[in-house]
């Protein structure tokens, strides 16, 4: 992330204005103009975590992949399966290359006019392209250009029900959708709290965040996202996911639906042999020293060499955490390589923190 006076030529999502005048500091993020936060990241991640925040996730690619043949297009390049879905129910799932890394994570939601995805910012070129080159006769693909706010928190669903009453029934599953008018709501999020994911027109996400402002809910930037989705033991393309890795080795294997055996999905040779047997494993640490871990540090345990992917301060744990690639069996106490000085963690399992309850013990 960068100034944004350093990038002119960035993007604006339809809440620009709303971000500014709530005092967002405004940066470049995969080529558009986000708020890092709105003045403290650690109350906006207390927020989500005990009442209620938003997230302008605008930047975010939706493409509708539309024919008769969507179905087997999808269940060739994802390697979740999406045949598994009923309709308007939704999935996590990983885009594989032929060596078995990822290109991208993503969400597929199956609507009664076909499929939606919705995929990385930073990832949309080669997401498209890829695509393009897996395509069967009679596809399209539309990407749809739509604003989406993320309402998270033990409350976001009552309070976006009291500002537009009737949005989220009560008993709507997680991963499902349901449409109201223009408005595609999906029971996901990013950061280990209830909530949901809106997808809607440009000046109805207006209003919208107007009214969940005035409802007392906390705008919260990409800082508290950041912190947010690394305590729920959440990946973050680029880092803890990327080309060159399996997701066998990225904290996502449940992801790949291996039944039935002759669905070949693009880089099931590649990852099969590894099954059950990764050598490495991506898991969590939490510090027990001073110091902050952060990505690329070198960690040091009985079993070998790993690296830290993802690494910060825990406001919830009130100590530093981080999700490392560690040799399969490396367990309990550990060393990271901080400025040259070695400095004693703990292996533990994520997720950290889910539905504001503490899952691991801090030092």
């Not at 100034?3 to 558009?32: C, I, N």
């Not at 930073?122 to 897996?134: E, G, M, N």
């Not at 007392?216 to 393309?237: F, H, I, K, S």
């Not at 040091?300 to 981080?322: E, K, V």
Request: some cysteine; hydrophobic content about 45%; glycine content about 10%.
């Amino acid at each position: 992330m960068t100034d944004l006076t350093e990038a002119a030529t960035t993007q604006r999502t339809a809440l620009y204005a709303e971000h500014v005048s709530a005092g967002g500091k405004m940066v470049d993020f995969a080529g558009w103009a986000m708020p890092v936060n709105y003045g403290s990241q650690i109350e906006e991640h207390s927020a989500v975590r005990t009442h209620a925040g938003m997230f302008d996730v605008s930047h975010m690619t939706i493409i509708d992949v539309q024919g008769v043949d969507a179905e087997a297009f999808l269940r060739n390049i994802v390697a979740h399966d999406v045949a598994k879905l009923e309709e308007w129910g939704a999935l996590y799932g990983a885009l594989l290359n032929e060596q078995g890394g990822v290109i991208d994570d993503l969400i597929v939601y199956f609507l009664p006019e076909g499929y939606r995805c919705v995929v990385n910012a930073s990832t949309r070129d080669k997401v498209l392209a890829w695509f393009a080159q897996h395509a069967l006769p009679g596809m399209t693909f539309v990407e749809q250009d739509l604003a989406m706010i993320a309402v998270q928190g033990p409350r976001a669903i009552d309070l976006l029900n009291e500002i537009r009453p009737g949005s989220v029934p009560d008993d709507m599953p997680s991963f499902s959708a349901i449409r109201k008018a223009d408005w595609l709501i999906g029971c996901t999020g990013y950061t280990g709290e209830e909530g949901v994911e809106i997808m809607l027109p440009a000046a109805a996400a207006v209003s919208l965040w107007q009214d969940l402002r005035a409802a007392g809910v906390q705008p919260a930037g990409l800082g508290a996202r950041d912190t947010l989705r690394l305590e729920a033991g959440l990946n973050l393309y680029g880092q803890d996911l990327d080309e060159v890795t399996s997701p066998l080795a990225s904290n996502i294997a449940w992801t790949v639906t291996w039944k039935p055996t002759e669905r070949n999905f693009v880089g099931r040779s590649a990852i099969e042999a590894l099954r059950g047997k990764s050598p490495m494993l991506l898991t969590g640490l939490v510090m027990r020293d001073k110091g902050v871990l952060r990505r690329g540090q070198k960690v040091t345990t009985s079993a070998g060499d790993g690296i830290i992917t993802s690494g910060s301060y825990s406001p919830s744990l009130s100590c530093s955490i981080a999700l490392a690639r560690l040799p399969r069996g490396a367990l309990g106490e550990c060393q990271v390589d901080i400025r040259g000085k070695l400095k004693v963690a703990r292996i533990v399992k994520p997720p950290f923190v889910r539905h504001g309850k503490i899952l691991v013990g801090s030092e």
